[in-house]
């Protein structure tokens, strides 16, 4: 098994900064994609960034511009830092990571979440 956890949520205001990290450790042989997802009050959970192993991204269109993901692979770690907050990224924050452990085997993990509040 492969275990997430997830760091660095809070409360800030609107316009300011954040980053958000996240751990994996496990029996780990290869992680291949790795991302961001958020789930707002009465809402679904919607993806955030994924970035892949070769560090090719992917953003939702409402945090272009002003969310980055980034990894890495030696210490498995995921980080999205995030500029420029807006209310509307009020949300629990959830790490997942997709992969290989213990030589062979596939894992789809995820994190607890941690919670992000933007205050306007």
């Known amino acids: 098994q492969v275990q997430l956890v997830e760091s660095g949520g809070g409360l800030v205001q609107a316009g300011g900064s954040l980053r958000l990290s996240c751990a994996a450790s496990g029996r780990i042989f290869r992680i291949n994609a790795m991302g961001w997802y958020r789930q707002a009050p009465g809402k679904q959970r919607e993806l955030v960034a994924v970035i892949t192993r070769g560090d090719n991204t992917n953003y939702a269109d409402s945090v272009k511009g002003r969310f980055t993901i980034s990894r890495d692979n030696a210490q498995n770690m995921l980080y999205l830092q995030m500029n420029s907050l807006k209310p509307e990224d009020t949300a629990v924050y959830y790490c997942?990571?997709?992969?290989?452990?213990?030589?062979?085997?596939?894992?789809?993990?995820w994190g607890q979440g941690t919670q992000v509040t933007v205050s306007s």
């Open positions: 997942n990571a997709e992969g290989i452990y213990f030589g062979t085997l596939p894992f789809d993990s």
